[in-house]
C-alpha cells in the first residue's frame, strides 16, 4: 500500500506542499472585529463594486484569488487549478469569480467544509505530482446566503441565540511543491530584492496531511442551530484523524473547527469526550474567533465557507509563521442544508475535514 | 517537472487507474430510448422509491453508486472516497444520497460537467497513490432539473427547439490500482468462481489522463440553448488536450462530448475547425446517443449530470471492453447556470473537462 494512505480515512503527503501566497478579504463587519489586522483588504461597502450580492461575493471571491497569487509572486497563468466554492446554488459566486481568472476550476462544495475539501484537493495535487502550484479559495456573503438560505434582510428577522452569523469574506491559499517555492522566492526577490516575504529567514508552513470526512447525520432539523448539525460530523472526523495518525490532541497546538460557533464547539468537545479524547486544552472555532460576540452581537460566532477560509489565510496562519504554534489541525465544517430540504423537513447532515498545517523552520 | 504534468492543463497517469466497477441507473424516458440494453437499473415510476423528485433522485444515485461497488466485487467499506454531484443547490441529491453511504465523501459541482471533474479527481487520487480504490457518481433528474431551473412540470410549458431533456439517470465508476484490481478480482472469483466479471479475459479499460478545463464565456443568454454556452468551454479543452499530448482527433476512436445536443456539437464542430481539427469524423455526443429523437420529441438531445454519467457507465464502456474502440476521449460539458443568475440576466459561461479511456488487452 501507498505510503500516502494512513488508517482508515487519511493522507500523508511524502512530499513537502508549502503555503506559497494567501489573502484574506473580507466586509466591514469582519473588519471591525477582533482579527482586523490580519485581513488584506476590508471593504466597508460590502458590495466589492459589485452590483448585486451575488456579483459582490464573485467580485470578493476574484479579488482574495487574485491578491494570493500575487502575494506568491506568481501570475495567474502559473497556478495550475483552482479548487473554489461557495454556499450559493451552483456555486454561483465561484463560477462567475473563477470566469475571470486564467486557471482551469474545479468547483467543491461542502458548505462551510468547503475551504478544507479544496485546500485538501489542491494540496494533494501537489503532494500526487498533478500540479506543481495549486489555489483553493472559498466564499461566502452575508447577505447572499440569508437571501438564499433564511428571510430577506429587509425583514429584520429576529435570529434565536444558537444561530451563527455568515462571514462576509473570501479566503484564498496558494500551495506548491519545492519547484514552486523556489520560483516564488526567485519571482519575489526580482520585484522586491531579496529575502522580502514571509520567505525571508527560511520558516515555511507546509500542509502535511489531512483526513476526509464522511457525511454525519443525528438527525438535527434546526437550521439555525447549524453547530449542533455539524458537531458529529467534526467529532468523528478528528477523533478518525487521530486515530490513523496514532495521535493525541496534544500533538497538536490548536484543533479549530471551521464554524461551530459556541453551541456547536461545546457540543464537539462533550462528543470528543465520548470518543475518549479531552479536546478543551487545544479547542478553537474560527467562528468564535472572527467577532466579538458581546460588542458584536452575532450571538452563537460566525459561519460560512469564507469564516475558516479567512480564519485561516489572516490568523491561523501567521500565528504559524511567527513560531506561537508548531502544528495545528484544521477542520472546516460543513451543514449540508439546501432551502429545498429544508422547506421539506429534511434533516440536517454534516460533513468536515481535517487539515494537518505544520510550521518548518530552515527551509533554505 | 513531475512526468505527470503534461503541457498546459493536463495530466497522464504514470500508474494504471482500472475502472473496477460501473452502473448506469436511469428512468422511464431513457429506458425507452436507444441504450436501453446498457442500463443496470430502469425504473418506470421515476421514483425510485423516494416521496419526491429530490428524494427520488438521492436514491437513484446511492442505488447506483451502491451497484458499481457491488459489480465491482467489492463492499462501500473499500471505497476510500466518493466524488459525488449533480445540478441541484447545494448538491442536495448527493449529499443525501452520500449519507447513507459509509465513504468519506468529497462533493463536486461543474455542472453538466461533473462526471468529468468526479471521476478525473476520483483516478488522480488513485494515480497520486492516496487511494487504492475511490468511486465517482453524478445523477440529474428530469423533475427535479425543471424545479429548480425552468418551470413546474404542471404549467406543461413549450420548449424551444434548441433545448434539450435532462436525462433521468445516475451513473457511477468504481476506480482503483492494480492493487484493488487483484483484490476485485479475488473477491468476484469467491463468490461467482473464476473467470466471471467483465475481467475474464484480461481486458480491462483504464483511466490513462486528462485536462482540466477553464470557464469559458462567449457570452450566450439563453438557457434554453446550453449547447451554445457549452461549446466554447468543449472546444478549447478539447483544442488545449490535442496539443497537450502532441495528438490528433484520429488518436481517438471517438471523441464523446457531453450533452451539448444538436445545436452545441454543431457549433462545437465549426470551433475546433477554427482551432485547426476536424473533428467530425471520430465526434459524438452522449446527449444524441441516449434518446431518438425522431420517436422520443427530446429536441435538441438530452443533458444533465447524468446523461454523460450513465452514457460513459453503460453504453461507452461497453463498446471498449468488447473492443470496438481502443482509445476514447470523453468531454463532459457543463454550463455555469443557476437560477439566481439566469433571472438577473447574467450570460451563462461553460466548463468541461477532457479525460482519457483506453482498452488493455492481456492484463493477467
Redesign the interface.
Known amino acids: 500500500?501507498?505510503?500516502?494512505?494512513v488508517g482508515a480515512?487519511s493522507?500523508c503527503f511524502t512530499e513537502d506542499v508549502y503555503v506559497l501566497g494567501r489573502a484574506a478579504v473580507v466586509g466591514k463587519k469582519e473588519g471591525e472585529g477582533p482579527l482586523r489586522s490580519f485581513f488584506d483588504v476590508i471593504d466597508d461597502t460590502d458590495m466589492f463594486g459589485g452590483e448585486?450580492w451575488?456579483d459582490a461575493e464573485s467580485r470578493m471571491m476574484q479579488l482574495a484569488a487574485a491578491r494570493a497569487i500575487k502575494k506568491a509572486g506568481l501570475t495567474p497563468k502559473q497556478i495550475?487549478?483552482l479548487f473554489a466554492?461557495d454556499?450559493?446554488?451552483?456555486?454561483?459566486a465561484s463560477?462567475?469569480g473563477?470566469?475571470e481568472l486564467?486557471?482551469?476550476?474545479?468547483?467543491?462544495?461542502?458548505?462551510c467544509s468547503t475551504m478544507g475539501?479544496s485546500l485538501l484537493?489542491a494540496s494533494?495535487?501537489v503532494?500526487?505530482?498533478?500540479?506543481?502550484c495549486t489555489e483553493a479559495v472559498t466564499s461566502s456573503h452575508f447577505a447572499s446566503a440569508e437571501k438564499?438560505f433564511r428571510f430577506p434582510l429587509g425583514y429584520g428577522n429576529q435570529r434565536p441565540l444558537a444561530a451563527t452569523w455568515t462571514v462576509t469574506g473570501s479566503g484564498a491559499l496558494v500551495v506548491g511543491n519545492r519547484?514552486a517555492l523556489e520560483r516564488c522566492r526567485a519571482q519575489r526577490e526580482e520585484k522586491t530584492g531579496p529575502h522580502a516575504g514571509s520567505a525571508k529567514s527560511g520558516v515555511e508552513v507546509v500542509i502535511a496531511g489531512g483526513t476526509?470526512?464522511?457525511?454525519?447525520?443525528f438527525g438535527v432539523k434546526d437550521k439555525a442551530n447549524m453547530g449542533a448539525c455539524m458537531a458529529p460530523a467534526a467529532s468523528k472526523v478528528v477523533a478518525t484523524h487521530l486515530r490513523d495518525f496514532h495521535r493525541t490532541p496534544e500533538d497538536y497546538d490548536k484543533i479549530i473547527t471551521g464554524d461551530l460557533g459556541a453551541v456547536g464547539a461545546k457540543i464537539f468537545a462533550d462528543l470528543m469526550g465520548q470518543e475518549g479524547y479531552r479536546v478543551e486544552p487545544v479547542q478553537d472555532d474560527c467562528g468564535l474567533l472572527i467577532y466579538d460576540n458581546e460588542l458584536q452581537d452575532t450571538h452563537s460566532g460566525g459561519s460560512g465557507c469564507g469564516c475558516s477560509a479567512v480564519t485561516l489565510a489572516g490568523y491561523l496562519l501567521d500565528k504559524l509563521y511567527e513560531g506561537e504554534w508548531k502544528r495545528i489541525l484544521f477542520v472546516p465544517t460543513g451543514a449540508?442544508?439546501?432551502?429545498?430540504?429544508a422547506n421539506?423537513g429534511?434533516s440536517i447532515?454534516g460533513?468536515a475535514h481535517a487539515i494537518i498545517l505544520e510550521r518548518r523552520e530552515g527551509v533554505a
Open positions: 500500500m501507498s505510503e500516502k494512505i480515512q493522507v448585486n451575488n495550475r487549478m466554492g454556499l450559493l446554488g451552483q456555486l454561483l463560477s462567475f473563477a470566469g486564467p486557471i482551469p476550476f474545479l468547483g467543491v462544495y461542502g458548505a475539501e484537493l494533494m495535487m503532494a500526487g505530482g498533478f500540479a506543481d438564499e519547484t476526509v470526512g464522511r457525511v454525519t447525520d449540508l442544508l439546501s432551502p429545498v430540504s421539506e429534511s447532515p460533513v
